[in-house]
Every structure is written in C-alpha cells, then in structure tokens.
C-alpha cells in the first residue's frame, strides 16, 4: 500500500468555553487517505465534519485547539511554522467552501480572484496567469470566460461563482482537495452539475478529495469511500458500493432508512427518533445511544471501540448482535 | 464619454447634493491654494500703509489690512498654510494608526487589548492641551503643533479603522485567503484595508476638519504659524482691525474656517456612507418624475397619488 496523502490520528478538538471550562468537538478521529482517493465525509449538523475539515488546514477558531496527529504526506500539520504552513496551504490542499458568495473577496474581480495566487506565490506572470485562468473557467463549463474574468462576484449566479471557487483551487493544482458541502448553497440541478465537473476535474488530475456533505447519497455517487460522523466521532467507515447492503452501524441504518424512495409511497418518512447531539453533549458512553433503537444500558456507560466488521469499521458495542437479528428478520 | 457620464451618474448618487455641493467648495479652496502664486492678484505680505484698511475698490477686490495688505490675496495664500498643517496632522496619523489598527484587529487577544486600550487613553487626552503643553516645552510653531495633533489624532482615525477591519478579519473570504496561502501582509493590506477604505477616506476627511479647526486655534492664539505669515487662524486673531470697526478682516477668514470644516464634515460622512439628516435630504419632485426616475420608490408615489 502506498503512503497515505492524508492521516488523521486520534484528532480531537476541544474549544474552551466563556466559564473557563473546555468542551469536545472532535473526539479521536482516525482517517486515512490515499493519493487519488476520494473519501465522503457524512454526517448531521454538528457532527464535527466540517470542524475536522477545519483542523486539517489549521482554520480552528482561535479558542479551539487540536491534539492528536494530522499527517499530510507525513508531515505533522499540527507542528507547521507560518513558512511550512503557508506552503502547505499553497499547493497541498485546496479548498472549496459551501458558500461561495461569503469565501470570495466582494469587491474584487473574479480574474484578480483566481490569479492573485499563482501571481503572488508562485511567480506566475500576470498575463500568463489570466490565461490559465481563464482554461480552467472553460474547463469548469463556464462560457466567455474573458468576460468573467472581468467580472464581479454579485454579477454572477450562485451556481457560476462555485464552478469558479472550483477553478480556482484547481489552478493550485493541490494533491488534496477539501470539498465542504460544496453544493448545499446550490439547487439541485445545479447541484448536480457542479458535482460531476469536481469529480471529473479531480479525476483526471489525480488529486486526492475528502468529499463533506449531509447527503448519504452524493457522497456515494463521488467517493470511493465514505465515513459516517456522528457526534464528533467516526461511528462508520466503508466502502461506497458496499455501504447500501453492509451498513451496519444503527445510525447509518438510520440514515439509509430515512431517505425518499423513488418507487414506494410512504405516508410518512422514517425518521431518527430525537436531535443529533454534540460530542459535548454525550455522556461516557455511545454517543448515539439515546437515540439507539438497539440500545442497552451497556451502550450508556461504555464507549465502543472502533471494530472490523464485514469489511468496514463500525464503533458498535453491539453490531454483530444487531447484524445476526437483521439478518434473521430477512430471512 | 458615456463611461465619465456614469462616474458622475455615481459620484451624484454617493455623495448626495450636500456633498457634491461640499466637494465643489473644498476643490475651490484646494485649487486656490494650489494656484495661489496664479491666483492672488496681489504679493499677500506686500504692505502700503496708504491703503491701510482701504475698502473694497479695483486695487483691492476685497479692501485692505490695517498696514495696507491686499486682503484677498491673504485669504488666498493662507489657505495654504491652513491646508498644510491639518494635511499633515491627518496624514501622520493615519501612517501610525493604520498599521497599529490591522495590527490589533488581524491578531486579537492581548495584542488588540493592549492596542485599543492605549487608542482610549490618548483619546481621552484633549489634542488642544497636548498641542500646548508641547508648545510650552519646545516653543511655538506649526511643527510642534502638528507632531502633539498628529499623536492625539491618532485613536480618532485609528479606532474606526480597527473596527472597521475586525468586521471584516471574521468575514469568511479572509479564512479562504489564508488557505489559498497568503500571508497576514497581503490579506490585510491588500483585501481587508482595501475594503475598507471609504471609511477610512470619511473619517479621515472629518479629521482634517478638526484638525483645521484645533490649528486655527492655536495660530489665532499665536501658539502654531506666526505672525506676519498669511493663515486663517492668525488673520482671526487681528484684534486690532476689530476693535477699530472693520470687522470683514475677521468675518472673512474665519468664514473660510467655518465652511470648509462644514464641508469637510459632510463629504466624510457622505463618504463613508452616513445618510444626511432628513432636512439635508432632496425632496422628490411630485409627479413629474419621469418614469424611469420613479421606479425605485413606486409606492410612495402612487400613495402620494392617491
């Protein structure tokens, strides 16, 4: 196996709250990303997707801090001086924000907007750089990218100005892409179409993605692999063509199950019983136990470890026991 | 020709009447004082005591000081000197308390704590009274006066900056600036302190307002620009021509004082986007209105109609 783009280790993340005291976000996030690989990260708000999505390019607020290991082509993110991180930022991730209207800079231009990196860091001339610029804004569907160029951002659609917060990650030709639910601003037609544009651009570049969404289903569509979060953890890990027979964690269950079906009328949606909590906000043992149909008082006081479990890791204290009784009821 | 009919079109619609009125005037006065050796009909310090408070005549358009100097051509000059001095002050002061204002909104914490709680505390020192304590220590003069202004005016400019920039420091553009891998530099210089520079341009504008004024001051009491020199604020203190009647000598100047402080004040807050107090505010014509005009404000209309 090759050596991994990105490693997240034990990464856990506290923020310190106005009484003095501290309280948990992340709690011991283990990832793992191959170069090329692209990876879905799910989950509900609050789960702590973006929140690691933040750690990992070193934008937590300033009362969060991180522990733990984040290793980008083995290098410690957590230990970079300004130099190595500024570095790091440049040509190592790439990151595309959920709403590109508050990520752009207002009264700039979209040409200045997508050269101003390859002019300033990395000694691209001027004229050189709007013309990359403007291929990729061809390349990302955009018609008349002269004219875009020449444009500001409250004169383009929603849509328009994602394709060009893609285009301008994609001209950092980074190895990691960090895709923070980047169409949940958008409608879903062009939801759709932004989707395909960053999938197909990723892959023919080669470049490695974590892929942030609450959408089960588009990261499936995208990613080789999906995690699923749930309070600040981890609670599934599987690949994608797998994930729709082999889930077997109760809350990825229950998020298949909560879905629209296209062919079935269903009075009502099933849902997840109670609101999804913060890492904070759960007591020592499984997170998701309140709301756990297959709960037990075991569940409540202690944490479940990660495990191997038909062919994915589930933190399940009881995900055989669940597995044997879903089997049988199929049967 | 279409492109500078719209940059008017906008100037129009920002600055409103009152500050494109303002803006007329302060050109006025900036281009006199510019032009002045163009402009002045006569040598401003160029005294002939026969025309020693001479009335308004061809010679002197309008009339003479009490050794004969052409009063006009005072007013004129003088505008140079009173320009300078709040020119400077503003200008020293936005050098120093620009930096210091990125500086404590980009890093926050103790370092903004320190910085703004040294802004309160020279705010709270009058700049008249440190101009004249720095006078009484290094004798009079404009330079001593504009150093000790340039300091106290230092907060006034430098905590509507660093509100300003902490504003825009949590914007979310600033965070995806920094992942693109800039440095602290370039995103505060050139997007955080670009955006906000309206703001700066109208506080900075009202500075030299008060400036002008705490300038005048202090030459009128004969702490700043000395005696034979042509300014507003020494031609005020002419207490002599007062007490002998001719009272224009003083009116004059001090009415340049007042209106291009008025004028100051308004384009800087028009600038900064303040919007005029109601009596300011232009009246729409009633129904006259062509319709293109009207569209913005349909419903007042039809309900005035109605």
Known sequence: ?331 | MNRTKHLWKRLNTTLGRSGMLSAAFLAVVLLAAILAPLVAPADPNQSSLLDAYAGPSGAHLLGADGIGRDLLSRLIFGARTSLLGPALVVGVSLLLGIPLALLASWYGGWVDGVIARVFDLVYALPGLLLAVLTVALFGPGLTPAVVALSIAYIPFLARIVRAAARQQRVSPYVDALAVQGFGVLRITVRHILRNIVPVVVGQAAIAFGYALLDLASLSYLGLAVQAPTADWGVMVSDSDALLKGYWFQVLAPGLLIVLTVLALTVLGARISGEKPPGYLRRKRPAQTAAPADASGNDRTTVGAAA
């Open chain 1, 1 to 331: 196996m090759t050596a991994p783009l990105l490693e997240l280790s034990g990464l856990t993340v506290d923020v310190a709250t106005e009484d003095g005291g501290s309280r948990t976000l992340l709690d011991g996030v283990d990832l793992s990303l191959a170069p090329g690989e692209a990876l879905g990260l799910v989950g509900e708000s609050g789960s702590g997707k973006s929140m690691t999505m933040r750690a990992v390019t070193r934008l937590l607020p300033r009362a969060a801090s991180a522990s733990g290991s984040i290793r980008f082509e083995g290098a410690d993110v957590l230990g970079m001086n300004a130099g190595e991180l500024r570095r790091y930022r440049d040509g190592g991730v790439g990151l595309v924000f959920q709403d590109p209207r508050a990520h752009i800079n207002p009264t700039r231009r979209i040409g200045a907007f997508l050269t101003e990196a390859l002019v300033r860091n990395r000694g691209v001339g001027r004229r050189e750089a709007l013309a990359r610029a403007a291929a990729v804004l061809a390349e990302v569907g955009i018609d008349d990218p002269q004219r875009r160029l020449g444009q500001y951002p409250h004169e383009v659609s929603g849509g328009m100005l994602q394709r060009v917060m893609i285009a301008s990650v994609l001209l950092a030709e980074p190895r990691l892409i960090l895709a923070d639910e980047p169409t949940t601003a958008l409608d879903v037609t062009i939801q759709r179409e932004v989707v395909a544009i960053l999938d197909r651009l990723r892959r023919e570049r080669g470049m490695g993605m974590v892929f942030i969404t609450h959408d089960l289903d588009l990261a499936l569509a995208v990613c080789g692999r999906v995690a699923v979060m749930y309070a600040g953890r981890i609670v599934e890990l599987r690949s994608a063509d797998t994930l729709h027979e082999r889930a077997a964690h109760p809350y990825t269950l229950g998020l298949l199950g909560s879905r629209p079906s296209i062919d079935a009328r269903a009075e009502r949606l099933s849902a997840i019983p109670g609101r999804p909590v913060s890492a904070f906000e759960s007591g020592p043992g499984c997170a998701f136990a309140p709301r756990c149909s297959f709960a037990t008082a075991g569940c409540e006081s202690e944490p479940p470890a990660p495990t191997e479990f038909d062919g994915g890791l589930v933190r399940c204290a009881r995900v055989e026991e669940i597995h044997a009784a879903r089997m049988e009821a199929k049967a």
